[in-house]
């Protein structure tokens, strides 16, 4: 999704990748000018992720720690990417994150009957679309396929421009 999307990053700024795993899509966005702060609990991981060669310009930075109880600044990102990881408080974090104009790429697993029991790993339908609501919905889509018996839920949403403040 973030390639289909790449169109609407910015071309500079600082990217947030939640759960980077091993910074695949932090590197794209690395290549691509922006930089990246890659958050996951795996060192391991981030590790791996950060013997690229394309973080050449120290443009990738990873940060070791648990998301569970994430605190960030308020409008201080250009651009959160969260796919598959969910904890569901940080969705309200990263809409109070994000600076005006900024853009978040959100994708991960919707419940389906069988995910009943472990709920907070899972969206409900619908659930990414009602969080982000007031930002310009660029992208949105639910029921994707993605791998054995497993959908999900794709958004690209704008915050946008607090205009009373030109008031
Ligand atoms: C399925 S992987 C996705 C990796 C990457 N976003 C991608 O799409 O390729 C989920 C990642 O979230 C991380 N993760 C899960 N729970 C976390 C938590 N509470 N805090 C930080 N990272 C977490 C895991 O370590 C793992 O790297």
Redesign the pocket.
């Known amino acids: 999704m973030l390639v289909d999307w790449a169109h609407v990053l910015p071309e500079t700024g600082v990217v947030l ?9 932090a590197h794209f966005m690395v290549e691509r000018g922006l930089s990246v702060i890659a ?4 060192e391991v ?2 590790r791996l992720g950060m013997r690229s060669e394309s973080n050449e310009k120290g443009n990738l930075e990873a940060v070791v ?4 109880k ?1 605190e960030l600044p308020d409008d201080s990102l250009d651009v959160i ?7 569901r408080a940080n969705l309200r974090v990263y809409r109070r994150a994000l600076k005006e104009g900024g853009v978040i790429f959100l ?1 991960t697993l919707l419940g389906m009957d069988e995910d009943k029991l472990t709920p907070e790993y899972y969206l409900q339908r619908g659930e990414l679309l009602k969080t982000f609501t007031g930002f310009e919905i660029m992208h949105w889509d639910e029921g994707v396929p993605c791998g054995d018996k497993k959908f999900s839920e794709q958004l690209v949403a704008r915050k946008q421009l607090q205009l009373e403040r030109w008031r």
């Open positions: 990748d939640a759960g980077a795993g091993v910074c695949v899509n958050m996951d609990f795996s991981a981030l720690c648990n998301m569970e994430l990417v969260n796919f598959f990881f969910l904890e994708e």
